[in-house]
């Protein structure tokens, strides 16, 4: 059974800073891209950030280059999102996809930013 299980989000103050995880089971994990989405109230999913397969790789939203990060450990079937100075309107729930053969998706996990 493949799982993809976010954590991390919560409430953060503008500015403020939030790491977003995504642990992997059941499948090959270094064998695929991984990626963060997000999906805001009455907006479509979009995506923020992805990595190739190996870490080598990764390309961004332009609203959040230099502020986010995503980073991968192959070892821990993990995949992260350190989210820098982070904007009211990046409100949303957050989702991780993993992509190689076939498409999975997280529950997601909600991130607040709020004063």
């Known amino acids: 059974q493949v799982r993809l299980v976010e954590s991390g989000g919560g409430l953060v103050q503008p500015g403020g800073s939030l790491r977003l995880s995504c642990a992997a089971s059941g499948i090959t994990f270094a064998s695929y891209a991984m990626s963060w989405y997000r999906q805001a109230p009455g907006k479509e999913r979009e995506l923020v950030a992805a990595t190739t397969s190996d870490g080598r790789s990764t390309n961004y939203v332009d609203s959040v280059k230099g502020r986010f990060t995503i980073s991968r450990d192959n070892t821990k079937n993990t995949v992260y999102l350190q989210m820098n100075s982070l904007k009211h309107e990046e409100t949303a729930v957050y989702y991780c996809?993993?992509?190689?053969?076939?498409?999975?998706w997280g529950q997601g996990t909600q991130v607040t930013v709020t004063s």
């Open positions: 996809r993993a992509d190689y053969q076939l498409r999975y």
